[in-house]
């Protein structure tokens, strides 16, 4: 046993096997004398009274997904598995939805993103390839899977007979909506081919899903697309194979990480995103009309018709990127659907506040606040990041006025860094999976205490407010992606992307999750809750 064990290592291992069973043996007198280095989480141990729902784990390198005791995980589906319809699972995956079939936690659809292909080209196809061929590939592996799963005979697997297994792509037709529609900012198409970089993205009220386009450049360079027909909001209809995916412009063209949707107090549809970019905004887009539940699918028209804001912190005010309202954007833009494509340079214009990565963002169903990602800004000497509450005056996602809290920082003494994606329970506790980039891990520097990126939890009230209890740790150089959860909170899906992210030579790669030969990005399903 590692004489460098901490008493919380130590009760972990007491619960996973034989190897924990020797180290049971012969390891106290060690146990207590890490402990005396690491008094921080020693206290945290003793304050644990048994509400917090697992067991915490400590920080490991291995090359698996390890969760606490009494918790394990099915692999669904990884890169180029079968999924139904003669599709194949893409590569990086990122958000998961789960939408229930009937109610069902145990039955549904799930859909999952699929950001970028990056050093996954090693495994993609061949060198030999000519370009033409390569970018056919990377295109199919890019945008979403809709995948029909079933938790049958102790174990979550696919449906592959299903009517809706679908691949959405870098090359399906997709509309755009809202003001940019048409738009001469956009070469005046009122629909574009495709979409890629899906990061993270949200649920809307009325079963779809919301998926995001981020770091699009590189690919629309190296694939001669048009740049301005990416960066959208992106909104499919898991239930209906035939329905084409809509682009709506209104909430806004830049590097969107996700969209967290809640209604204001007047029933206003509200939906909030971050630009993860270094020095980049945080948005709130605000629909003209309210929502009704009776209308179902028909709600999809409020994304077309509203304001895009963009937050100043300092003043607290949210400032409408809306060329009527703001005189100064006219300025530089004719139209609206021009500051909706340039929304980067149109915010900067009117002075919003620019961020250390402003990524995920999620409503807390308890207190109704939105809490706001920001993964880190290394040039800015912020190497780990911090978690914001936003308050918005009167409680109500509309007003057009808001404070902020700083809820929960990263760092070693919190025990988690480069917070990315969030989810609330029913309870109001935070999930938070982290981003350390790959190539800074498990190197002697800045991020060398939390080995392999993982996911924690994080009350948000009671005596461990704002505190982090490590779940899961993911396999080596991924990143544990999209959290989210079956209505009944017993499964947790996860998307592991990019294990293996720093392998130069295709033979010997540097992960082997999850079937021991190369790394493939995969969804999984916890259970144990
Ligand atoms: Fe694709 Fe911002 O993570
Ligand atoms: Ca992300
Ligand atoms: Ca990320």
Known sequence: MDKKLSRRQFMTYLGVGTTALVGATTGIDRVAEAASKVPEKVEALHNWQGNIPFRPIEPTNQDDIILPRGFKYDVIAAWGDDIGNGEKFGYNCDLTVYFPIQNSSHHGLLWVNHEYIGTGSLFLYPSSMTDEEKFKIEQYNLGGSILEIKYEKGRWQLVKSSRYARRITANTMIDLTGPARGNHAVAGVTEVKGT?????????????????????????????????????????????????????????????????????KGKRLVVYMGDDSNDQYFYKYVSDDTYQARLGHQNSRLLEKGTLYVADLEQGVWLPLDINRSPKLKEKYKTQGEVLVHCREAAKLLGATPMDRPEDVEVNPVDGHAYLALTNNTKHGNFYGQILKILEKNNDAASETFSFEVFAVGGPQSGFACPDNLLFDR???????????????????????????????????????????????????????????????KTLFLAVQHPGEETTDPKNPTSRWPRRDIPRPAVVAIRGF
Request: charged residues 25%; hydrophobic residues 30%.
């Open 427 to 489: 309870k109001g506790n935070l999930w938070v999976s982290c981003d350390i980039s790959s190539s800074k891990l498990n190197k002697d520097n800045a991020y060398k205490t939390f080995k392999n990126n993982g996911v924690f939890f994080i009350p948000t009230r009671g005596k461990h407010k704002g505190e982090a209890f490590q779940f899961a740790s993911g396999p080596r150089e991924c990143e544990m992606t999209g959290p989210w959860f079956t209505p009944d909170e």
């Open 196 to 264: 890629y970089a899906n990061c993270s993205g949200g649920a809307t009220l009325w079963n779809t899903v919301l998926t995001c386009e981020e770091n699009f450049e590189e690919d629309a360079e190296r694939w001669g697309r048009n740049l301005t027909h990416y960066g959208w909001v992106v909104e499919v209809d898991p239930f209906n194979p035939k329905s084409k995916p809509k682009k709506h412009t209104s909430l806004g063209r830049f590097s969107h990480e996700n969209a967290a949707m809640t209604l204001s």
